[in-house]
């Protein structure tokens, strides 16, 4: 059984690691840490697990075998800092960094340390994600010339960040709005399917100014592709559906995906895909990246340790890189280019 703390109890899903780690018999939460003592009391109370008044206890705590950061994002750096010298195996919720130096440094002691690392990019572990990943790999959509994904919901109409997680809405603390905060998301999907980007731009609105004047609430990117595809990115929390999540048109084929559920896949390369009908066979869904983190934790093999398909930290590093440029470019009215 391993032993976890979680350090930082500030990220709106929070609660739901909470429940997924008391749903857990194989893992032992034993100390819960927050810069507000009131934050971590309650989630203490409802792990049965001490709150403890520094940080520090947890890092000198040879049995703690990992940690669960969910701390503001601005907070990342000192504790990821702290916990790869400590040699502790860590979840950190997305995004790894405000930018590209805190993201890379952070991805650097992980990885100097060789320690386990996973953050909340759960959406490739979804069944059609996997397909259309497969599907690109495979050639059969021929060579890709476009795609578009998006990640969009109405929680600035709804106000989900009121009163607990306002700080998610301040550009000091999270370096991002909507834009970046779903962005994220798809911008794992399009960099895990389809490589890295040479140069983006973005244009970012504010629109019912909820949390003032400088929070994002929608935004658009466009990417160039290293490949040559062009690709284009929407992520708001002003929108009030969002049918449409995913497509990618190549030179042999075409595909879409709806509600997140159903692929549809137009392409002479695969046999009865005539984008009628959803394409049914699909893998089985991934568990949570939540999960898959701590099933890597409690693996006793190190082969079935590296067959836990984790979010490596330089990817993590690699999307806060992209992000802020995404960012840049939108307040610049510019392109700004990838290295």
Request: proline share 5%; hydrophobic share 45%; net charge negative.
């Amino acid at each position: 059984m391993a032993n976890i703390a979680l350090v930082g109890c500030a990220h709106i899903h929070t609660p739901g690691f909470v429940k997924r780690l008391q749903a857990r018999s194989d893992i032992n939460t034993v100390a819960v840490w927050d810069r507000d003592p009131a934050r971590a009391r309650t989630c203490s109370d409802q792990l049965a697990a001490p709150a403890l008044d520094s940080v520090d206890a947890i890092w000198t705590d040879a049995a703690v075998d990992g940690v669960i950061i969910c701390s503001e994002t601005d907070q990342h750096e000192p504790l990821v800092t702290a916990a790869a010298a400590a040699g502790k195996h860590m979840f950190v919720e997305k995004p790894l960094g405000i930018g590209a130096q805190d993201a890379n440094r952070m991805a650097a002691a992980i990885d100097k340390a060789g320690l386990l690392f996973q953050t909340g990019y759960f959406s490739r572990g979804i069944p059609v994600h996997q397909a259309l990943k497969n599907m690109v790999a495979n050639g059969v959509f021929g060579r890709i010339t476009r795609a578009r994904f998006i990640n969009c919901h109405s929680g600035a109409m709804r106000d989900i960040f009121t009163p607990h997680y306002l700080w998610m809405t301040d550009m000091q603390q999270a370096g991002v709005g909507a834009f970046g905060d779903l962005g994220t998301h798809a911008l794992d999907l399009m960099l895990w399917i389809l490589g890295n980007v040479d140069s983006v731009t973005a244009a970012l609105n504010v629109v019912l100014e909820k949390y003032g004047p400088d929070c994002d609430e929608t935004g658009e990117a466009l990417f160039r592709f290293s490949s040559g595809a062009i690709g284009t990115l929407a992520a708001a929390w002003v929108d009030v559906a969002e049918p449409i999540t995913a497509e990618i048109s190549g030179t042999e084929g075409h595909a879409y995906i709806y509600n997140r559920s159903d692929l549809y896949i137009t392409s002479p390369n695969l046999e009865g895909a005539d984008g009628k009908q959803p394409w049914t066979d699909l893998p089985p869904a991934w568990p949570h990246a939540f999960d898959l983190f701590l099933d890597a934790l409690n693996a006793q093999d190190p082969s079935a340790r590296a067959a836990v398909p984790l979010v490596t930290a330089s990817e993590a590093a690699y999307r806060s890189t992209v992000m802020e440029a995404m960012y840049k470019a939108a307040n610049e009215d510019s392109w700004v280019s990838l290295p």
